[in-house]
């Protein structure tokens, strides 16, 4: 489902990712660790596309991201859901216009996309926030309005970069159980965190980043 | 549609954010939008006049005194072939000189015993084919036939009216273009400025697998929403001069249509200067 191939990135001379190769199979759930700064940011904008390898071959289902072309993009993203590390929410949408946009670009008819809202938020625990804005909110709760927009389109690939960084211990437990269930439906999940107690006893493979080389 | 009622929402929630400065805007435009309605008014005013005015008028053929009923009855049919011409009426001599004591006075006339004037064809060309050039040339051609003693046509102010008419015509266009142009500038300036303003959520957007087009469509909307919002200012502003020049009769067609064509000039002018504005930008 996510393949790469000797893929290095570079940023202003530097390289960022070295020869990274793996693969995740479809349906796998696994993480990505390393110290901060050495590149899981990078590896997973590769994965959606917002940035581009200088060599090396990335795969991500049926699309070779080095020869896409600009008009296949928004159908690849439209498959892969993000939890961006930074967000990424729009300041002026309320918490249910921030998650209905996943659908609304995918087409989905609005009385549809008003139920799969609902049920996602009551998913990831914000049902009483919909009408905030994300401005009026904490980070944890932030978070999970952008947990709740990466996971509301079934996405193929769910990506998540340091989902739990802004949350408790015991939130953090309940963020992994949503993500456990969008795995249980099939989809293939891919964690970036710095945080062990994530993977530990979990029983899926972990890749480990250092330098802008790979290591699992 | 239900997407479109999206887009429409989305466009309107981005106009009101900014409504001072937005009605501002469309007060402009709605002002060049004003010019250019009562300008077309005025032309066509004027243009259909003057092909009122000439509609009677045409052009005298004189006939030879040697042709017989037989040869002025072919002379006729030929002359009506002509594709400038709308009709020929045959004037007989007998009929010119009557019409002719008419308008000198019997008396004037007496002292004649021979009807000196010749029988003659009197044409009215079709709408359209007044100005002075194609009637010389309508003429020339007609002179030419067989049978024709002369043509006469009142080539001076029938050319003085037509050209005076088509100088404000040129005119009027040229002041109703620059405005149009200037019209999508402001609405494609418009529409980059609030595009710029949302960049930051339109790379959201893309990320999240928009495409192009759903993120332009709300612009355009927005340009539409503009142009006509502009239109319908300078549709009521145009109705409401005519009616005072009018001063409070009924207006004449002529007078009323552009009231209409206004709202959706100024929303085809609002798509042209959104496409302007986000249809070639790179997203
Ligand atoms: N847009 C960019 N321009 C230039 N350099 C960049 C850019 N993005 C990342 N980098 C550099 O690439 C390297 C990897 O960054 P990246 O964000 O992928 O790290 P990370 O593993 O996600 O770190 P963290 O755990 O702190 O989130 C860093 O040295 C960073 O400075
Ligand atoms: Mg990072």
């Given at each position: 489902m ?6 290095v ?6 390289p960022a990712?070295?020869n ?20 899981k940011?990078t ?6 596309r917002?940035e581009?390898?200088?060599s ?9 991201l080095l ?9 690849l993203?439209?498959n892969?859901?993000?939890?961006f590390?930074?967000?990424k929410?729009l300041?002026e949408?309320?918490?249910r216009?921030n ?5 609304r670009i ?20 914000l049902r009483?926030k919909s ?6 909110l904490?980070?944890g709760?932030q ?6 927009r ?9 990506l998540?970069?340091?989902?739990t960084?802004?949350?408790?211990p015991e939130?953090?437990?309940?963020i992994?159980?949503v ?21 530990e006893?979990?029983g899926?493979?972990?890749f480990r980043?250092n330098?802008?080389g790979?290591?699992? | ?9 989305t466009a309107?929630s981005?106009m009101?954010?900014n409504?001072?400065?937005n009605l ?13 309605a ?9 243009n259909s ?12 053929v004189?006939l030879?005194?040697?042709?017989d009923d037989?040869?002025i009855?072919?002379?006729?049919a030929?002359v009506?072939?002509e594709p400038?011409?709308k ?5 007989s001599r007998?009929?010119a000189?009557?019409?002719l004591k ?8 007496d002292?004649?015993d ?7 064809l009197?044409i ?11 009637v010389?040339?309508v ?9 024709v003693?002369g043509v006469?046509?009142?080539e001076?102010?029938v ?6 008419a088509r100088?404000f ?9 620059s ?12 529409i980059k ?8 959520e339109i790379k959201?957007?893309?990320?999240l697998g928009?495409?192009?087009w759903f993120?332009?469509i709300p612009?355009?909307v927005e ?5 006509s919002?502009?239109?319908?200012l300078a549709?009521g ?9 009018g001063?409070g009769?009924?207006?004449p067609?002529?007078l ?5 064509a206004v709202i ?6 609002g798509?042209i ?5 986000v249809?070639?930008i790179?997203?």
């Amino acid at each position: 489902m996510i393949k790469f191939d000797n893929v290095v990135k570079y940023y202003d001379g530097q390289p960022a990712l070295n020869n990274v190769s793996f693969h995740l199979e479809k349906g796998e759930m696994a993480f990505l660790t390393g110290p901060s700064g050495s590149g899981k940011t990078t590896l997973l904008r590769l994965i959606y596309r917002d940035e581009v390898a200088e060599s090396g071959r990335i795969i991500i289902a049926d699309w070779d991201l080095l020869k896409l072309t600009g008009a296949s993009i928004p159908y690849l993203r439209r498959n892969v859901g993000v939890v961006f590390q930074d967000f990424k929410l729009l300041p002026e949408r309320t918490v249910r216009e921030n998650v209905e946009l996943t659908l609304r670009i995918q087409g989905v008819p609005s009385e549809e996309a008003r139920e799969r809202v609902t049920s996602t938020l009551k998913l990831v625990g914000l049902r009483h926030k919909s009408d905030a804005l994300p401005t009026q909110l904490s980070g944890g709760e932030q978070q999970r309005v952008v947990i709740a927009r990466a996971v509301i389109g079934n996405p193929a690939v769910l990506l998540a970069d340091e989902p739990t960084g802004n949350l408790d211990p015991e939130t953090s437990k309940e963020i992994m159980d949503v993500f456990k269930a969008v795995h249980a439906k099939g989809a293939t999940v891919f964690i970036a965190t710095h945080d062990p107690a994530l993977f530990e006893h979990s029983g899926c493979r972990v890749f480990r980043l250092n330098h802008g080389g790979i290591s699992s | 549609m239900r997407i479109l009622s999206f887009h429409i929402r989305t466009a309107l929630s981005n106009m009101f954010r900014n409504i001072g400065i937005n009605l501002l805007t469309i007060f402009s435009i709605s002002v060049g939008l004003f010019l250019i309605a009562i300008t077309t008014v005025t032309v066509n005013t004027l243009n259909s006049a003057v092909s009122e005015w000439t509609e009677g008028f045409g052009l005298v053929v004189y006939l030879m005194d040697s042709l017989d009923d037989e040869s002025i009855k072919a002379l006729k049919a030929e002359v009506e072939n002509e594709p400038e011409v709308k009709d020929a009426r045959f004037i007989s001599r007998e009929t010119a000189m009557s019409r002719l004591k008419k308008v000198l006075g019997e008396a004037t006339l007496d002292g004649l015993d021979e009807n000196p004037l010749p029988n003659s064809l009197e044409i009215s060309l079709r709408q359209g084919n007044v100005q002075p050039e194609k009637v010389r040339e309508v003429a020339a051609r007609l002179k030419r036939l067989e049978g024709v003693e002369g043509v006469q046509f009142g080539e001076k102010w029938v050319g003085v009216l037509a050209n005076a008419a088509r100088r404000f015509t040129l005119f009027g266009s040229a002041l109703g273009i620059s405005l149009t142009v200037g019209i999508i500038f402001i609405l494609s300036n418009t529409i980059k400025v609030l595009f710029y303003r949302r960049s930051n959520e339109i790379k959201i957007l893309k990320l999240l697998g928009a495409t192009s087009w759903f993120i332009r469509i709300p612009f355009l909307v927005e340009g539409v929403l503009f142009g006509s919002a502009a239109g319908l200012l300078a549709s009521g502003a145009s109705y409401g001069a005519a009616y005072w020049l009018g001063s409070g009769h009924a207006l004449p067609p002529n007078l009323v249509w552009p009231t209409h064509a206004v709202i959706l000039f100024g929303g085809a002018l609002g798509i042209i200067g959104s496409l302007l504005a986000v249809g070639r930008i790179r997203l």
